[in-house]
């Protein structure tokens, strides 16, 4: 599958209470978590994302809390694909389950602008191209179980397989 | 289990267990295992969204009700409707599958308290939780970890989880800690020396003299803040202070898991503890780690001493200790959270309540909620607070522009009296 959006880049670090705030876990719709996507790091954040962007970001992406309404407020603003250098480990495990693409890349951050630049991302291959100066970046590949578990289109569905 | 299954040789006490569980004789760092969990656990934010998941799954019953513990902890009691309908779906969810442990508001406490506490946790025994702060149990010898909620409808239709062998760092401590320098403060110096990510993905073994020689309450503090630095699970090696802990609370057999002394860690930290002084974590990360001495002139508004990190009672009676006959600063608002329904009797009956409210604290029942900006104790624009919690975020607390600072409770109880961050020693 062949993704293309703009991107809008992250730092390092950025914890599961910056991608949706404790305030708003009494819901578990994806759409009602996305309008406060981000808010607390960059309040215009849930106003300026489109459905099929993209968000690129430093290491450890996703460090924090367990909350599984991150990935869901990140999935329910139509994010394509997160794209960092590294995942913090429970956020990683939620977004193969919940099926919200992500890969593990060494991007340029500097070299894009949130926004404006745009990123074509093959996720069979895991290949990206900054569509501005046509870099290329190859992710890292995903072992054969995890590989499993998103062409299933996440954990539910592998457990479903498995029930029979 | 039995004693067969562990013998092995060159592995940590992490991988003996997972190996057990996966029936192979070895695994090794990066290996990908499906096994059997002993116990799942969620909370009442985590829960309703496993219980959605669960549902898709087309079954009527869960896998065993028995592997399941349900702790609704964070907005409870009920912040407002919302948080009660989510509550709702839990309890409805508990009576229809048959689910005994589901602790309600009364009877509860902050899991990550509770489930020690009640017994549901041995030493060998694999724990996912749908709380990051899960790993807290490997306090006691088990291999826990947080997981996402879609995990935890997995382990309550399957029983199973996937996991992949982390790599294991080991932590030493050595030398004698000073008063007022507590297992708090050996974790977050620990996250100040290695960061935010410097165990992600790992397994923490914490060790040496002075973990020999710390209490239970300690270690239980240590192994919870090891996903701070980004771990999977933190572990203390069972002792004679961990089988007198079990003691009466578990009943069922156990063999405790050890590593090998061959065993082979990615690396190796040792560290010399004897002149560690309090430390404090600045905001915005619990990395941001310096001793309480370089911490000077920072003015609160608000103290709060509980959470799944520190709200047991020797850290009640640290607090305590301080508090004793003192006012809390007219300027501070003092929280004192006990963490379970258990601590909270115990420390009624060690006197130390009396001695929290006639120093002008608010005492509250048990619950997460100011650690994550839930409820009970949300902070305004440009306030800060000093608290024994595990996270000091942007907006952890409250206001995107409000601020935490980290610490334990000995120097939490002092720097409300005093009205600014200082060392116990200040004001005793």
């Known amino acids: 599958m062949i993704i293309e959006g703009s991107v809008w880049v992250f730092g390092d670090n950025i914890d599961t209470d910056a991608i949706i705030a404790a305030r708003y876990l009494s819901t578990v719709v994806p759409e009602e978590l996305a309008e406060h996507l981000m808010e607390d790091i960059w309040p215009e954040f849930p106003q300026l994302i489109k459905k099929g962007d993209l968000i690129i970001a430093g290491s450890n992406f996703g460090c924090g809390s367990s909350r599984e309404h991150a990935p869901l407020a990140i999935k329910g603003a139509g994010v394509s694909c997160v794209v960092a250098r590294s995942f913090a480990r429970i956020f990683y495990r939620n977004a193969i389950n919940i099926g919200l693409p992500i890969l593990e890349c060494e991007v340029d951050l500097k070299a894009l602008k949130s926004g404006r630049d745009r990123l074509q991302v093959d996720l069979d291959r895991g290949l990206l191209t900054n569509l501005q100066d046509g870099e290329t970046y190859q992710s890292a590949p995903f072992p054969p179980f995890m590989q499993e578990l998103i062409t299933r289109g996440g954990l539910v569905e592998y457990v479903k397989a498995r029930l029979g | ?428």
């Open chain 2, 1 to 428: 289990m039995n004693k067969e299954q562990f013998s092995q040789s060159g592995s940590t006490m992490v991988e003996k267990i997972l190996a057990a569980k996966a029936d192979q004789t070895k695994v090794s760092p990066g290996d990908l295992v499906n096994i059997q969990v002993d116990l799942a656990l969620g909370n009442d934010v985590t829960a309703p969204v496993a219980i959605r998941e669960f549902e898709r799954f087309g079954l009527d019953r869960v896998f065993n009700p028995d592997l399941i513990v349900l702790v609704p902890d964070h907005f409870t009691p009920n912040k407002d409707i919302a948080s009660a309908e989510q509550v709702k779906i839990v309890r409805r969810f508990a009576e229809q599958q048959g689910i005994k442990h589901f602790y309600d508001v009364g009877r509860m406490g902050i899991e990550h308290a509770l489930l020690p506490e009640k017994g549901l946790v041995w030493p060998g025994a694999v724990i996912i939780g749908a709380d990051s702060h899960t790993c807290t149990y490997g306090a006691l010898g088990a291999f826990a970890t947080g997981v996402g909620s879609t995990d935890l409808a997995a382990a309550m239709a399957i029983g199973e989880a996937w996991f992949k062998v982390p790599h294991t760092m080991r932590f030493e401590y050595e030398g004698e800690l000073a008063p007022w320098v507590s297992g708090k403060d050996l974790i977050l110096f620990t996250i100040g020396q290695i960061g935010v990510e410097g165990a992600r993905y790992r397994a923490m073994e914490f060790a040496g003299p002075v973990i020999s020689r710390m209490g239970m309450d300690g270690r239980l503090t240590m192994a919870n803040m090891a996903i701070e630095a980004g771990g999977k699970c933190g572990y203390i090696q069972p002792d004679q202070i961990t089988f007198d802990y079990l003691e009466g609370r578990v009943t069922r057999p156990y063999v405790p898991v050890y590593s090998d002394q061959d065993a082979v860690y990615e690396k190796v930290f040792s560290y010399d503890v004897s002149n560690l002084e309090p430390q404090i974590a600045f905001p915005p990360s619990p990395d941001n780690v310096f001793p309480v001495s370089e911490a000077k002139n920072i003015v609160l508004d608000q103290v709060v001493i509980g959470s799944c990190t520190n709200g047991r009672i020797d850290d009640l009676r640290a607090a305590a200790s301080i508090l004793k006959g003192k006012k809390v600063n007219p300027k501070i608002r003092l929280l004192v959270i006990p963490a379970t329904q258990q601590i909270y009797s115990t420390a009624l009956e060690e006197g130390l309540l009396k001695i929290f409210v006639d120093a002008e604290a608010a005492v509250s029942t048990p619950t997460c909620g100011p650690c994550l900006g839930g409820h009970m104790g949300i902070l305004a624009k440009g306030e800060k607070a000093l608290s024994t919690t595990n996270r000091n975020f942007i907006g952890r607390m409250g206001h995107p522009e409000s601020e935490v600072y980290l610490c334990n409770p000995a120097v939490a109880a002092a720097s409300a009296v005093a009205g600014r961050i200082v060392h116990p020693e200040e004001v005793i």
